[in-house]
């Protein structure tokens, strides 16, 4: 045994990195030889994979502080085994670095957003993380070019050093989508309402839309996401005030797939994403998207999504779709868990 991944992400809610975290593992067991790869899980994991091929090893110790998981808990027991660390969350161990993703670097290239005093804490973590993965760790993997190029030129490391691996969307098509978020707010009527998912997080840009929305009270919009922290943008107090916006809170997956299914256009007015799964899930539900003209947006989905300009809100959403796009097989063919799994066998292979 050689590798050991670090199974905190299953504490969290399944979602974003977290969600890629598992997707991949799941299929990762499944093209591997049996117990030759370890997953360390903290005893208050929400729950257990049911892998056949990945040892899953769980420990005494509650993951609640995850600073101290990741360097006193998890590295002990990596260096104990003689284990390379595998984490999927932008860290890896200050005593021992091992194989890290690092999904983007938005904490550096962003520190303003970052204002409350516990997210200046983060802020700070994240950034000496980013420095301390790019210095001292195995191998970095990332999620798109665009997110390899910035921490190149950022940490002086040589690109073709950086592995890309993309996401996935798989998941979504073993959820049941659920109407009854419909059924709750019965003014979003099939194919009348604009649909955004994520986090409540400056970096959405939920701006771009309480401004649009503002300026077209006959466009209806339903928004659906968790505050991470004080992270949260000013923005989420005009959208409250605006009759036709919708704020719909955290949602279930299956409620999250009826909502794609169900809308107008799946709209992602992002400044900064590294890799932005939302778009990739509703383009699988066969929702239109209408995504950022930024970060790595343009390089993953190509013509297959309309743009905007995520400081401009002198559009027209209508002529917008009626642009024409690629067909959507183009990115789902192309991003798949199924995939990065096969290539992070391969890098493994070296450890």
Known sequence: MSVVINGDFLCRNLTGIERFA?????????IIEKDSIEIYVPSNAKFLPEFQNIKIVQSSKN????PLWEHIEFSRYAAKNKLCPLDFANVTPFF????????DIYAKLYPNDFSGKKDRLIKAYMCFMYRHAAKHAKKIITVSDFSRQQISKVYGIDPKTIQIIYNGWEHIKNIESDSSILQKYPELKPKKF???LGSLQKR???KWIADYASEHADELFAISGKAISGM??????ALQTLKNVILVGYVSDEQVKALMESCKAFIFPSYYEGFGIPPLEAISCGAPVIISRAASLPELYGNCAHYIEPDNTKVNLNDILLEKTEPSETVLKKYTYQKAAEDLKEILKNY
């Not at 598992?22 to 499944?30: A, F, N, Q, S």
């Not at 949260?232 to 107090?237: L, M, N, Q, Y």
């Open 204 to 206: 959405k840009n939920l």
């Open 232 to 237: 949260v943008s000013d923005d989420i107090k």
């Open 63 to 66: 993951c609640k502080i995850f």
């Open 96 to 103: 021992r670095p091992g194989i890290v993703f690092i999904h």
């Open 22 to 30: 598992y997707e991949t593992c799941i299929r990762l067991d499944k």
């Open 194 to 196: 604009y649909f955004t």
